[in-house]
C-alpha cells in the first residue's frame, strides 16, 4: 500500500515520526509493504515552494492509498495580513481529496480519567463518534473583505447534506443507532435545510436508526453534562470543529484524539484533531497518541486492516494503563517523552 | 422607572413572574416606583398578533428604561417551513433597541458545584463575564434559499467589532484588566478583521488592559479545562451563544445564569440564557435565578442602582447556600418548586 506522510509544522514532525514506526512494526509484524512518501503541506511548504499545498503533494495524495499528515500553521505565518497561510494548505487538501466526512471517535481511556476536567462518573462507558461535514460551510463559501467590513458566506447544497448524513446513519448501524444532528435551526437558513435533509435521509433511507435533533449551544452543554447519552454525531464544519475539541476534554487530552477523514474515494486523510502546538514542538515532549491512533484509522478504514487497527488500539491502550504518559495527561513531574510512549506502543507491536 | 415585561413561551411567564415579585419586592424595600407593563413577543405574539414582535411590543421597549424578558420558542412554532418563528422577534428586538452587546457573567456558587459536570476544585474563584456581540455576524447577514441549497452570509464591520470589544475592554477596567478574544482567524476573513480591530483598540485606546486571542476551537477546551485563566472574554455573535452555553455547565446548569444586552442608548434587555425549555413549561419547577439575576442586572445597568442589585445577588446566594434548589440542581427527589425558590428569595428580601 502506498501512503504519503505529510508531516506539516510545529509538533507534526514529532508525532508523525512515532506513527511512521508504529506503522512500520505492524508492516514487520504482518508481514505487509507499505511504501511511504513524504511530501510538504503548510508552513514547511510554504518556505520551500511559496505555497501551502504544492501540485506535487495534492498529486501524490490523489494517487496514494491513504495520507497520514501531522498538523500546520505557527505563529511564524500567522500575519492576518499574510497572502498565503499554512491552513489553507489543509483545507485544500480536503477539498481536493473531497473528503467530506471527518470521523473523530472519544472514547476516554480509565488511564486518563484524571486529566480530564469532567468528574469521573459521568465519563465511564462514554463512546461516541463525531461525524464533521468538512468540506463545506463557511470554510469553504466565498470570502470578502474592504476597508470597512469583511464576510464569509456558509453555503450547504443537498447533496452535501445527505452524503454526509447518510455516512453517520451508516456508521450508527454499526454501533447503538443513534444518530444526533447538530444545527442552529432556529436561526440559520442553512440549518434549516441541514435539519430537512437529515430527517429525510434518516426517514427513507434508515428507518433502523433514531435521528434526533440538537441546536448547537444546547448540545455544547449536554456533551460534557450527559456525554453517555450519544453514540453518533453529525454536524456541519464550523460547529464540528467546535464541538469536537470540546469532547476532546472528556477523553483528557486533546492529544490522544485521532481522525479519519473519508470521502467517495479510496483514498483517506488521517491526522490527529490537536493543532501544531509551537509552544512545544521540537521539545520532544508532544503526546503521539493522537498520531498512532490516526494510523490504526488508516489502517482500518483505507486499508481494511482491521486486526492491524485493532492491535495498534490495544497498544496505546496498554500503555497508557500502564501509566506512560506525556505531560498533557500525567501528573506533574511524572511525565514520559514522545520517544518513550513510542517505544512502550512499540514493545507492545512486538 | 418604566420597565416592559417580555414573558414569552414556555417557561418565560412561569420565571418572568418570579423576577417580576422580586423587583416588586426591591421596590418596597427601597421606597422605588417601578411601572411595569406587559407585552407580547415570540410565540405569544404570533398567535395573538400574527407576528414575532409586534410594533406595538417594540415602541414600548424604545420608550421604556429597561426590559425584562423570559424566553421565546417552542415546538408549536417551530416547523423548519414556517414563515414566522418566535426567535425571529427576539433577534428583531436585539436589533431593534441597538443591543450589540450581550453581558454573560459566570460565577459558580459553590453551593451548585455538585451539579455541575466540571470536577470542583476548578470551579473555585472562577469569575469571568462574556461579553457577546449581538446584533451582527451569521445572524443577521442575508439568508437564501433554493431547491438544491441555503446560505447564510456572516458579514462584520470595523466599527461593529470596535464598539463591543470597546465595551468588553471597559468591564475588564473594572475587574482584572485582562480580556481574551475569540476568533476564528486561521480560517474565517471575519475572524481576521475581528483580531485586527480587537488588537488596535486595545493597543490604542486600553494600553492598561492584556488582550490576548484564542482560535474558539480551542476555547472550547480552555473554557473547561482552565476556566480560572478568563476574566472578560469578548467574541462574534455564533461563536457567544456556544460558548456561553457551555460555560453555563461551570455554574451547574443553564438556569442559574443572568444577561445583560446593552447598547448605546439607556435601554437595556435582560434575560436568563436559557431558553423556553418546552419539555418542562407549565409545571411550575423551572429554575427562576437566571431571571432573578437578570433583574438584578437590569437595576445595575439601566437603572444605576447598584446597592439594590447586589441585594438582588445575595439573596440569591443565600438561598443557594440554604439548599433551596430546584430540580436542575438539586439531588433527586429533594427539589424545590419555582415558587419556593421565589419564596425564599423574597424572604430574604423583607
Ligand atoms: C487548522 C484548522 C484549519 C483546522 C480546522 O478548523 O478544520 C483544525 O482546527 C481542525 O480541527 O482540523
Ligand atoms: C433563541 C435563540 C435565537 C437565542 C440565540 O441564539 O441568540 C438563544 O439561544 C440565546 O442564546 O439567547
Redesign the interface.
Known amino acids: 500500500a502506498d501512503i504519503v506522510v505529510l508531516k506539516g509544522d510545529g509538533i507534526g514532525p514529532e508525532v508523525t515520526h512515532a506513527a511512521v514506526e508504529v506503522l512500520r512494526a505492524v508492516a514487520r509484524r504482518y508481514g505487509h509493504q507499505f511504501t511511504l512518501h513524504e511530501h510538504l503541506i503548510g508552513g514547511a511548504a510554504i518556505d520551500a515552494t511559496g505555497e501551502p499545498l504544492p501540485a506535487a503533494t495534492l498529486e501524490a495524495c490523489q494517487r496514494a492509498d491513504a495520507v497520514l499528515l501531522g498538523a500546520v ?1 505557527g505563529p511564524k505565518w ?1 500575519d ?1 495580513k499574510a497572502k498565503v ?1 499554512p ?1 489553507q494548505g489543509l ?1 485544500a487538501l480536503r477539498k481536493g481529496l473531497g473528503l467530506y466526512a471527518n470521523l473523530r471517535p472519544v472514547q476516554p481511556h480509565a488511564a486518563t480519567l484524571g486529566a480530564s ?3 469521573p462518573h ?1 465519563l465511564s462507558g462514554v463512546d461516541m463518534i463525531v461525524v464533521r461535514e468538512l468540506t463545506g460551510g ?2 469553504f ?1 466565498q ?3 474592504s ?13 452535501e447534506i445527505e452524503r454526509v448524513v447518510r455516512r453517520a446513519c451508516e456508521l450508527a448501524r454499526g454501533r447503538r443507532h443513534h444518530v444526533v444532528s447538530v444545527d ?7 440549518s ?2 441541514w ?2 435533509v437529515a430527517t429525510r435521509v434518516a426517514r427513507e433511507e434508515f428507518p433502523d436508526v433514531t435521528l434526533e435533533h440538537q441546536l ?3 448540545m ?2 449536554h456533551l ?2 450527559k456525554p453517555r447519552a450519544f453514540d453518533v454525531i453529525v454536524t456541519e464544519n ?2 464540528g ?6 469532547a ?2 472528556l477523553a483528557g487530552s ?1 492529544g490522544l484524539l485521532p481522525s479519519a477523514s473519508l470521502g467517495e474515494g479510496k483514498v483517506g486523510l488521517y491526522e490527529p484533531i490537536h ?1 501544531s502546538a509551537p509552544d512545544i514542538a521540537g521539545r520532544g515532549i508532544a503526546n503521539p497518541c493522537g498520531t498512532i491512533l490516526s494510523a490504526a484509522l488508516l489502517l482500518r478504514y483505507s486499508l481494511g486492516l482491521n486486526a492491524e487497527a485493532e492491535c495498534i488500539e490495544q497498544a496505546v491502550s496498554a500503555v497508557l494503563d500502564a501509566g506512560v504518559l506525556t505531560a498533557d495527561l500525567a501528573p506533574a513531574g511524572e511525565a514520559a517523552t514522545t520517544a518513550a510512549v513510542t517505544a512502550a506502543v512499540l514493545a507492545q507491536l512486538e
Chains 1, 2 share one sequence.
Do not use: H, W
Request: aromatic fraction near 6%; charged fraction near 30%; proline fraction near 3%.
Open positions: 500553521g500567522s492576518p497561510r491552513e483545507l476536567p469532567i468528574k459521568l463557511i470554510y463559501g470570502k470578502q473583505r476597508e470597512t467590513s469583511a464576510s464569509d458566506l456558509c453555503e450547504y447544497s443537498v447533496a442552529k435551526a432556529n436561526v440559520l437558513e442553512t434549516r435545510l435539519r430537512e448547537v449551544d444546547s455544547a452543554m460534557i453534562a464550523m460547529f470543529d467546535i464541538l469536537t475539541d470540546e476532546s476534554m486533546l493543532g
